[in-house]
C-alpha cells in the first residue's frame, strides 16, 4: 500500500494538537502525571516487603477519562532469586533458574527450583508447589498459592482486579529476574539506523531486566508450568522517553482503537500492548526528525498502515523478542478479515476518521476547529436549504419523466405497483436518504466549483467536495457518478474518470432499458423505495450555473443561452435556468470527451456513433441540449457542415434559450479564421 501525504495533512495535525492539549495530554500535565505515579510506588514501598510496581497507561500518563485505563501493579515477592544460568547462584538462598525446551513458545520459560547448598538442579518433585516436567525437573506451577495474589478478588487473566467506584485496578504476582534474558539478546545488538534507542538507553533497559508473570502460552501443553516474560520496566522507560508527539500519536492509535475497532471484533483482538508494540517498531525506523507536530496525521497512518501488514500476515512480532507472535489465536478467519476491513476503510478516509473519535469528545472539537469552506457556506449563505430545494423539484421532475416511461409498458402490470414502487408514504427516513444523496452530488459539485475558482486551490476543501460527490454517486444508477467522471474530467484525472464510466456501463443498459424487468424486480423483491431508485432508477444531469467550474465546457455554453435577442422573454419556469441532460447521452459525450482527450481514435469514433444512435432512434429528454453537444464533438472532429446541420435541427426544436446560437457563432469564427488561413 502507497502512502498518500495530502497538504491538509499539516494543518489538520496542528489543530490535532491543540486539541489534545485541551484534553490534558501537554507535556506539562504529562510529566506531573508521571511523577505522581513514581511517588506513589515509592509510598506503596515503604514497610513492605514485597516491592510494588506500577505499569501500563496510567504509569506512563497515556491515556485519559474517555479511555478510562486501569491501573496495573506488579507484586514482586523476595522469596525467591531467579537467574538465567547456574553462575549467578547464591548459597543460601532459594533459587529457581529459568529453562526452556523445543517446546516452549518463544516469550515464555519454566522455573526450575535449584538446591541450597550447590547449584545443582533438582530432578524430584519438591512439595506441592512444584510438578516434574517432561524431562523430570522440578518447575514451579503458575497456579501455586506461591504466586496468586490471596485476596479474594475478580481475577482477570494472570492478574486480580479490584473495582473501584473510579478506577479498577490490576494487580499480578510476579517473579524479578534482574539479568537479560536469552530469547530477547537480540533485540540488544540490532542494527538501529536513527538509533533510537540510544545506546544509553538500551544498556539502561539490559540492567533492569525482566518480570516472569503466571501465565502459560494457550497452545502449550505445559501451560500451567510456563512463565511469560515481561519487559515492562523497558518498556516504560521507552514510553517516557517520548517526545510530544510520539506520545499523542500513541493515544490516538488507543482512540481509534476504541471508537472503530473494538466496537466491531471486541475488546479481546486488538490491544493497546499491540498499538504500543506498533509505535516501538516504526519510531526506530523512522528519523526523529519526522516526530513534529505538524506531521502527527501522517505518523497515524504510518502506524496504521504498519498494523494492516501484521493483520494481513496475521503476525505481529514482539518488539523484544520478535519470534514471539502477539497475534497467534487471536487474528485468524472472520476476524482477521473484519480487521482488514476496517482499516481499510479507515485509510481511505485519509484522516477524516479523526472526527469520530468520541473519547473525551475529541471529534467534535477538531470538528469545531476545522471550520472548512463548505460548512462557511452553509452557515453564510444558507445554500443547503437552496440546494434542497432545487434538489426536490428535480428529484420529482426525474421520478414523473420514469413513471411516464412505466406507464407505456404493457398492461400486464397494475398501476397499484407502480403507486407503491414511488411512493414515499412508507419511512420517512428512505424518502430523507433519496434527497440527501442526490443532494450530495448538487452540494459537492457547487463546492468544488466555488474552491477551483480561488486563485490558491484550498485541497482540504476540496477533497470534501470530493467526498460529497462520492456519497452522491450511489443515488441511482448513473447521474450522480456521471457528474463525479465530470469532476474527475475537469481536474484531468481521465483514468479515474474512465473507470467511473466503465462502471455505469456494467450497469446501464440492462437495468434501465428493460422497464418489464424493473416491475418484475419490484414485486419479486419487494424492494424498498430506497433500493428501487438506486439500483433501477436514472434522474437526470442537472447542473446549476454556480457549479461552472465543474461543467464540461460544452455544457457551460447551455448555461447561457437566454441571449440578447431572447431578452424580455421570460423562460417558461424556474427549471429553465439549469442545464439538464439526458444521462445515456451524456454517458456517451463524457465517453467521447475523455477518449478524445486520450487521442483514443476507434473509441471515441464508437461513443459519437453511440450519441447519434441515441438521438435518432430514442425518446430522449432535452433534445435540443443533446443535439448541441453533437454538434460540439463534431466540430471537435472538424465535420463543421455536419455540426451547422445538427445545429439547424435544434433550433428547430427551441427557436428561444438554446444555447445552439452560442454554438453558431463558436461555428462561424472557426471556420472563417479557417477560410482566412487559407486565402
Known amino acids: 500500500m502507497t502512502l498518500n501525504v495530502h497538504e491538509h495533512y499539516k494543518e489538520v495535525s496542528l489543530r490535532l494538537n491543540r486539541v489534545l492539549d485541551t484534553v490534558g495530554l501537554g507535556e506539562d500535565i504529562r510529566w506531573k502525571r508521571i511523577n505522581m505515579w513514581i511517588q506513589t510506588e515509592e509510598i506503596h514501598s515503604v514497610g513492605c516487603d514485597n516491592q510494588i510496581h506500577s505499569f501500563g497507561s496510567q504509569a506512563e500518563a497515556t491515556t485519559t477519562p474517555g479511555l478510562n485505563s486501569d491501573i496495573d501493579y506488579a507484586i514482586c515477592s523476595p522469596r525467591f532469586r531467579i537467574v538465567k544460568d547456574l553462575d549467578s547462584w547464591v548459597p543460601g538462598l532459594p533459587t529457581l533458574l529459568t529453562v526452556s525446551d523445543e517446546s516452549t513458545h518463544q516469550g515464555y520459560v519454566k522455573l526450575q527450583y535449584l538446591t541450597k547448598d550447590q547449584p545443582r538442579p533438582v530432578y524430584h518433585i519438591h512439595n506441592i508447589h512444584f510438578k516434574l516436567d517432561k524431562y523430570a525437573r522440578s518447575v514451579l506451577c503458575n497456579d501455586s498459592s506461591l504466586v496468586k495474589y490471596k485476596r479474594a478478588y475478580e481475577h482477570h487473566g494472570p492478574a486480580t482486579r479490584l473495582t473501584g467506584r473510579s478506577l479498577n485496578m490490576d494487580f499480578v504476582t510476579a517473579m524479578r529476574l534482574h539479568a537479560w534474558p536469552d530469547q530477547a539478546s537480540q533485540w540488544l545488538t540490532r542494527n538501529r539506523r536513527h538509533n ?70 471486541g475488546d479481546d483482538v486488538l490491544s493497546s500492548y499491540h498499538c504500543k508494540t506498533c509505535m516501538f517498531y516504526i519510531i526506530e525506523k523512522t528519523p526523529t526528525a519526522m516526530w513534529r507536530p505538524d506531521n502527527l496525521l501522517l505518523c497515524i497512518e504510518l502506524c496504521l498502515r504498519l498494523l494492516y501488514r501484521w493483520i494481513e500476515s496475521a503476525n505481529c512480532p514482539n518488539y523484544f523478542i520478535p519470534e514471539e507472535n502477539m497475534f497467534e489465536c487471536k487474528v485468524y478467519g472472520q476476524v482477521q478479515y473484519q480487521l482488514l476491513g476496517i482499516l481499510r476503510n479507515l485509510l481511505g ?268 432512434d430514442e425518446d430522449i429528454d432535452f433534445k435540443d441540449t443533446a443535439l448541441n453537444l453533437l454538434a460540439y464533438c463534431l466540430m471537435k472532429e472538424g465535420k463543421m457542415m455536419n455540426a451547422y446541420n445538427i445545429l439547424c435541427k435544434s433550433m428547430k426544436l427551441r427557436k428561444l434559450h438554446n444555447g445552439a446560437k452560442w454554438q453558431m457563432a463558436i461555428l462561424f469564427n472557426v471556420s472563417f479564421r479557417f477560410i482566412h488561413r487559407r486565402q
Open 196 to 265: 533510537w534507542p540510544s545506546q544509553e538507553t538500551i544498556g539502561l533497559i539490559q540492567q533492569t531486566g525482566v518480570l516472569l508473570v503466571p501465565v502459560g502460552h494457550t497452545l502449550s501443553e505445559e501451560k500451567h508450568q510456563e512463565w511469560r516474560l515481561s519487559t515492562s520496566y523497558g518498556e516504560k522507560l521507552l514510553m517516557w522517553l517520548f517526545n510530544s508527539t510520539q506520545y499523542k500519536c500513541y493515544i490516538l492509535l488507543k482512540m481509534i482503537n476504541k471508537c472503530f475497532i473494538k466496537t466491531d471484533v
Open 349 to 616: 478516509l485519509e484522516g477524516r476518521y479523526l472526527v469520530g473519535i468520541s473519547c473525551d469528545n475529541i471529534g467534535q472539537k477538531l470538528l469545531e476547529t476545522c471550520q472548512t469552506p463548505l460548512v462557511e457556506l452553509d452557515l453564510q449563505s444558507r445554500d443547503v436549504l437552496r440546494v434542497l430545494l432545487t434538489s426536490v423539484i428535480i428529484l420529482l421532475t426525474s421520478l414523473k419523466s420514469t413513471v411516464r416511461r412505466f406507464l407505456e409498458v404493457d398492461s400486464m402490470f397494475e398501476h397499484e405497483t407502480l403507486d407503491r414502487a414511488f411512493s414515499f408514504s412508507g419511512p420517512r427516513r428512505e424518502a430523507n436518504a433519496v434527497l440527501m444523496k442526490f443532494s450530495c452530488s448538487i452540494l459537492g459539485s457547487k463546492l468544488a466549483s466555488q474552491i477551483l475558482s480561488q486563485e490558491s486551490i484550498d485541497q482540504q476543501g476540496l477533497a470534501m467536495a470530493h467526498q460529497l460527490l462520492l456519497w452522491g454517486s450511489s443515488s441511482d444508477v448513473a447521474s450522480g457518478k456521471l457528474k463525479l467522471a465530470a469532476f474527475y474530467m475537469v481536474q484531468d484525472n481521465l483514468e479515474m474518470s474512465e473507470d467511473v464510466l466503465n462502471e455505469i456501463h456494467e450497469h446501464y443498459s440492462y437495468k434501465i432499458s428493460n422497464y418489464q424487468h424493473i416491475l418484475q424486480a419490484i414485486l419479486s423483491e419487494n424492494l424498498s423505495t430506497t433500493q428501487l431508485i438506486s439500483q433501477y432508477t436514472v434522474f437526470h444531469v442537472v447542473y446549476h450555473p454556480s457549479e461552472i467550474n465543474c461543467t464540461p465546457k460544452a455544457l457551460i455554453l447551455e448555461m447561457f443561452r437566454s441571449t440578447m435577442s431572447n431578452q424580455g422573454v421570460p423562460c417558461e419556469n424556474y427549471l429553465q435556468n439549469l442545464v439538464r441532460v439526458d444521462p445515456k447521452f451524456y454517458l456517451y459525450f463524457l465517453e467521447f470527451a475523455c477518449h478524445h482527450r486520450q487521442n483514443k481514435r476507434s473509441h471515441k469514433e464508437a461513443a459519437l456513433e453511440n450519441m447519434i444512435c441515441v438521438i435518432r
